[in-house]
């Protein structure tokens, strides 16, 4: 991937044997200011407070510049269909990736494809478990996972297979998940997306039962630029998408060809 998400945040064994004292706290002095962070207070609290206690602890801190990202410099590119492939020798298991371009967190779409994920493979008897694993045999394990961005994300499809699925015929396996994806714009039920709205509501709502967690989400949303009232709003955004939504969603997934890396 070009961009930052190219980068491993931990680095490399050279970017971090590169970086001096100096460094560290010139980074520290730039990024670890007050117009750099978002504070979220959730609970049973008096606001004036709070505040209070904010600028006592970091009033005097420098601003700092804020932070500023534009979609171009997170853009994935389209192009056509790229394969990548590491050789691992000896070993047990391979692992295939297929993976499209698909839109930031405040995007129309972004409720109908967190829905279409969970239909693909986020959930337990999802599309690509029954077909590749179950009917197919093709995989041990399989599912695909949708991360919620502020620029471009991408909806990957994963299978952990036996090498020779990958050795003999390398375009084969990667084309099945896209049959996989083109089945669930054409056969896509009323029951089964349900069933997938539940799942992604239900793992919404279950991560929000403690205080710190729906700190954690406001502060997130804040932060990746919807604003802290996305997360009351995200709820009814997904009990809002309706099956044609959810089908055009598919359809924008499979109008670029994806990324593979094997």
């Known amino acids: 991937l070009p961009g930052p998400y190219a980068r491993p945040v931990e680095g490399d064994e050279t970017s971090v044997r590169a970086i001096s004292r100096a460094d560290l706290f010139a980074f520290y002095r730039k990024n670890f200011v007050p117009s750099r962070f978002t504070l979220a207070v959730e609970g049973n609290f008096d606001p004036a407070a709070v505040l209070a206690s904010v600028h006592r602890r970091y009033g005097g801190l420098d601003a700092g510049t804020p932070r500023r990202t534009s979609p171009e410099e997170f853009g994935l590119g389209v192009g056509g269909v790229r394969t990548r492939t590491i050789e691992r020798p000896g070993a047990a298991q391979a692992l295939l990736l297929v993976a499209w371009p698909a839109p930031p967190v405040g995007d129309t779409d972004y409720p109908a494809l967190k829905i279409a994920n969970a239909l693909l493979g986020g959930a337990s008897q999802a599309r690509l478990f029954r077909h590749l694993r179950e009917e197919s045999g093709l995989a041990y394990e399989i599912g695909s996972f949708y991360p919620t961005r502020r620029g471009p994300s991408l909806v990957i499809a994963y299978l952990g297979t036996d090498p020779s699925n990958l050795a003999t015929d390398s375009p084969s ?34 991560d929000h039962q403690t205080s710190a967690r729906r700190a954690w989400y406001r502060a997130w949303f804040e932060t990746v630029g919807v604003g802290a009232d996305y997360d009351a709003g995200y709820a009814e955004a997904i009990r809002a998408v309706t099956i044609d939504e959810a089908r055009r969603a598919v359809l924008r997934l499979l109008a670029t060809p994806p990324r593979v890396l094997r």
């Not at 099945?176 to 709502?205: I, W, Y």
Request: cysteine-free.
């Open 173 to 206: 396996l990667a084309e099945a998940v896209r049959g996989v994806l083109e089945r669930l714009r054409n056969e896509m039920t009323h029951e089964e997306l349900e069933a997938a709205r539940a799942k992604v509501l239900g793992d919404f709502l279950l």
